[in-house]
């Protein structure tokens, strides 16, 4: 297998579906095409995220060593910002990532 900038984890499972997944695929892999990036971002469906309710949700690792980011309630008009922010240029599209809570005891 060759190296990949970053890997996208996309969920494809029934609650992200029916809220839209397929359509977000589909724009993600348009515009990774479009950023020329399609060959350096790994994009894979899962099953389930486990955040259902929130879907259609995405984490992306990398680039730049980037640790997983979430993306909740993706919609097809957020996949450019996503693409072009985080996978382009490198930092997480921060407004539109989900916020995380401190750990208990941390
Ligand atoms: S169905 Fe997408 S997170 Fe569970």
Avoid: Q
Avoid at 72 to 97: C, S, W
Wanted: glycine fraction near 12%; proline fraction near 5%; charged fraction near 30%.
């Amino acid at each position: 297998m060759r190296p990949y900038d970053a890997h996208v984890l996309l969920c494809r499972g029934g609650d992200c579906r029916k809220r839209g997944s397929k359509e977000v695929r589909k724009a993600l892999k348009a515009e990774l095409r479009a950023a020329g990036l399609n060959r350096d971002v790994r994009v894979d469906s899962v099953d389930c995220l486990g955040f259902c309710k929130h879907g259609p949700n995405a984490v992306v690792y990398g680039p730049n060593g980037h640790g997983g980011t979430w993306y909740l309630n993706l919609d097809e008009d957020k996949i450019a910002e996503v693409v072009n922010t985080h996978l382009k240029g490198g930092r997480p599209a921060e407004h539109l990532a989900a916020d995380y809570r401190p750990r208990k005891g941390a």
